[in-house]
């Protein structure tokens, strides 16, 4: 059902790729929602074919761009703009990506060009997104910023690699961000931090059936799905909650304030004498 939380709202939406991606999902209720929107993705992404149902569905022209090309940001900042009629009110950014991940070398053995990939992709394309946006004063006041992050960027979860780290570095940028833009024009720069979700980068990381089971188990609500982070977030781009900036706003079912639950107790019970020592 549509509350018109978003109606004539303009927006940018990064990283839908296929229906299970979180973009997907916060675009689809975004244009429930009254939102009009133009839909971005890296071309490798694109020539998957697959977002221009989205786009159909949506009503939404799609715009290739490459997260770390300063250039290309800012082409898409320009045509976007040209299409929609406007400033743009919201912007979502739900990219991530760590070569090392891919070619599974461990935390310890880090490919430093792939790394540095890891770093460009997932968190340095933040800023870029958001300085270009203030260069070409793309954003209208009070707009809102959203991106995507995982509880790994504070604590450590085995697996998840160097994109531990890229979270680390966008939830800095964005409260770095979220003061400077803040204070010039009012904009709002916030992360969600999300459950695991089975999408195509979060199935990527190592054990990903395990941590989703164990976060599963031991939050009070259970992980929240791809289509409860877009409900989250469209309150995020709504007038709603236009004095929340600089955050990372935990969406997780409690995961973030749980240490042991009954439910994974009985779990470790069950199997403490099966591991050798050094685990
Ligand atoms: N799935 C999870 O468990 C989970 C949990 C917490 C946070 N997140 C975050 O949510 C966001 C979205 O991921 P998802 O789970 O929907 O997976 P997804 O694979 O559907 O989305 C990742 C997107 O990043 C895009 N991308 C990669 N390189 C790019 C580039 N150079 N330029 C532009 N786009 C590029 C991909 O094309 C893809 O659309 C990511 O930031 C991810 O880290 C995911």
Sequence with gaps: MSHHLLEGKKGLIFG????KSIAWKIAEKAHEEGAVF??????????????????????????????????DLENLLIQSQDI????????????GMSPNVRKKKSYDDLDYRYFLQTLDISALSFHKMLQAAKKLDALNDYASVVALSYIASQR??????????????????????GYIYGRSKGVRVNSISQSPTMTTAGSGVRGFDGLFDYANRISPLG????????????????????????????????????????RAMGVYNKNLDTLPEEW
């Design 84 to 95: 929609l009629g406007g400033k743009i009110d919201f912007l979502l950014h739900s990219i």
């Design 38 to 71: 133009v839909l971005s993705n890296a071309p490798f992404a694109l020539r998957l074919g697959e977002i221009d149902q989205l786009a159909e569905k949506t009503g939404s022209k799609v715009i290739a761009a490459d997260a770390t090309s300063l250039e």
């Design 156 to 177: 450590t979860f085995y697996g998840y690699n160097d994109m531990a780290d890229a979270k680390a570095l966008l939830e800095s940028i964005v409260r770095s961000f």
């Design 16 to 19: 839908a790729l296929n229906d």
């Design 223 to 262: 992980n929240a799905s791809a289509e409860e982070c877009a409900d989250y977030c469209l309150t995020l781009f709504s007038d709603l909650t236009r004095k929340v900036t600089m955050q990372n706003l935990f969406h997780d079912g409690g995961f973030s304030s749980m240490g042991m639950s009954e």
